[in-house]
Structures are given as structure tokens and as C-alpha cells.
């Protein structure tokens, strides 16, 4: 079995941070996602394909999963179908895309996990998202 990438964790001091996994392939985009996340006080762990994020996520807990649809090894909507195999108890899913056939997309949504946010996005209106969430996993 082939190791996954680097584990990268950026912590916040607060003590009730939600865990996010960012799978992603663009450094720039991890840094500044890393960023808000830190300063609105939340842990970020990052891959830079699905592959490696998969295998994250099968040996660590988080609340959200933010992944991009178009990655090397394994795609964002594999990633999904595989993570929502993993736990009874998956993780808010955020699927980040910029494409326009939204087929594929829809059907992995339509298990009711999975919000898709549109690229290019506004990291606040990313934040509010990753915050609402959270609240309605506490209800």
C-alpha cells in the first residue's frame, strides 16, 4: 500500500474547532482557505488529491470535508462515494467546483450530504457555510 502525502495540520488555539479536511490540488487555494479557516477558529488538515485525502479520512475524524471536483489520482466525486462509505456518521461534504455539466454533481448531492459551492467563491460566504453547518450538526 502506497503511503498517502504529508500530513498537514493547521491549528487554531480555540478550543472548539471544527476538524476540516480541505482535498484540493492548488497550494495558493489551500493557503488562503488555511488562512480564514485558522482566524474563524478551526483546524484545517490538507491533501492534494482525493487519493490522499481518502486515506486521511479513513484514519481521522473530521466534520467537513471541502474537496474540489477535478483532481489527479481521484476525483472529488470518487472521494465523496468513497467517504460516504467509510462512517454512519460522514462528515458535512462541500464539493468546490467551477464546472458547467452539473450532472455527475447532482447525482452525488442527491445523497443529501453534499452542498456544492461554485468557484470562485468568497472565503467569508465559505466560513458562514462551514459555521452553519455546525450549528445544525449541534441541534
Known amino acids: 500500500m502506497q503511503r498517502p502525502g504529508?500530513?498537514?495540520i493547521w491549528t487554531s488555539i480555540n478550543g472548539d474547532a471544527m476538524k476540516i479536511m480541505l482535498a484540493d490540488d492548488d497550494p495558493k487555494l489551500h493557503t488562503i482557505i488555511k488562512l480564514w479557516l485558522t482566524r474563524n477558529g478551526h483546524e484545517m488538515t490538507a491533501a492534494a488529491n482525493g487519493k490522499d485525502a481518502l486515506e486521511i479520512l479513513k484514519n481521522y475524524q473530521f466534520d467537513v470535508?471541502?474537496?474540489d471536483v477535478n483532481m489527479p489520482l481521484m476525483n472529488g466525486i470518487e472521494l465523496v462515494k468513497e467517504t460516504l462509505k467509510l462512517d454512519n456518521h460522514p462528515?458535512?461534504?462541500?464539493?468546490?467546483t467551477s464546472?458547467?455539466?452539473l450532472t455527475e454533481l447532482k447525482n452525488a448531492v442527491d445523497s443529501g450530504h453534499v452542498t456544492l459551492f461554485n468557484k470562485p467563491f468568497s472565503p467569508a460566504k465559505l466560513i458562514e457555510l462551514i459555521d452553519k453547518s455546525q450549528t445544525q450538526t449541534v441541534e
Not at 462528515?91 to 468546490?96: A, H, N, R
Open 99 to 101: 464546472r458547467c455539466d
Open 6 to 8: 504529508p500530513l498537514i
Open 91 to 96: 462528515p458535512t461534504i462541500i464539493m468546490l
Open 65 to 67: 470535508l471541502i474537496s
